[in-house]
């Protein structure tokens, strides 16, 4: 295929990904947003050398090294949000400026093709390398690893072209002869290749990255970032699809929380549900479950805890929130809540969360501020007291 046709067909394939990308940034991915610039910059940059003959060789040279220069940071720059790690723009900024600034004097002073490529190659690996270099402490899930792999192979096939330039092209070559040369088209097919896959496997990971935040969105509760009801009933499936449950159940309640957004408002009933939520977080194992399971109940899955341990961990929780000074929350008064726990003995998690409820109704009826244990093998509806009226009766 003659070269030119690989100086459009490069481009045309990086503006197509680039308009893919601008597409998922609209969902809210700023990575997506960043790979969107650096492809087309990316873009301008290989279709440069097809301006041959329509202005003058130098400025061919200088757009396109400098627009490969603006994508390598702009990629880097995309990697470096996707993985939250500190970003150093100011730095890669003036990197690539100092780099375009050496890179023009090969081309505008020395006229040497084989030394403005060796530079720009030399400097290009380096805008790759840093930002991947920054996030590998990041690098968990495999899509990580994929981003990486296809970043090492970018900075190979840079290597490569760089050793393929001396090795062909003649130590004083001008400018002029890089269209005819070997590694013009090596550069564009490598590049057509290895482009591909890095713009698949980038959208791939801004697709991830997307579902994993509607899934965020969809399981976890948005004002105290615990688990809301439909996040703590998959969660649950996905543990019992594991093995049996065991452990205990714990629900907790704020009492008369009704009077404290009544009296004070919702933004002060929202700050105690906030400061509840990370009560709870301290006092809770990094495998139990925490669910902010409706209003302001809470519910607790402790899978390695019995119910003596789940009664002295509640009991711990509900003096400190009886204990806690709650006027930097607006608060003239102190807020109190009741626990109702329940073992499972190889019952469902739905009778469990039942015999809780019950034990956390006779906590609210025998005076609030109480820590509660369920009846053992209690069986779920026993009590003649129904849901409903427990739940008109925390209030």
Known sequence: MPFFYFALFVPFVMLVFSVAFLIAARSGSRPALYWAFAHMMIAVGFGAPALEGYIPIKLQALLADGFLLIGAVLYGQALLIRFKAPRYLLLQSGFALVAFIVVAGAVLIAESLPLELGLHDAFTCVLWLFPLFVVAPWLRAPIDWALAAVTLMIVLDVVVRNIVVYAIAPSGAALQSFSDSGYAFFMQASGAIIGLLFALVALASVAIDLLGRYRQQAEFDSLTNLLNRRGLDEALARLKAAGPLSGTVVICDIDHFKRINDDFGHTVGDRVLVSLSALLR?????????????????????????????????????????????????????????????????????????????????????GRDKVMAADVASPAGSSNVTSLQRRARRR
Not at 295 to 314: C, L, N, R
Not at 333 to 361: K, P, Q
């Open 282 to 366: 301290r006092h809770c194992a990094a495998s139990d479950l925490i669910a902010r399971y409706g209003g302001e109940e809470f519910v607790i899955y402790m899978s390695e805890a019995g119910p003596g341990a789940a009664f002295e961990k509640s009991e711990r929780i509900r003096r400190e929130i009886a204990g806690s000074d709650w006027r930097d929350m607006g608060l003239d008064r102190g807020v109190t809540a009741s626990f109702g726990i329940a073992g499972m003995g190889g019952e469902t998690i739905e009778n469990a969360l039942e015999r809780a409820d019950v034990a956390l109704y006779r906590a609210k009826s025998s």
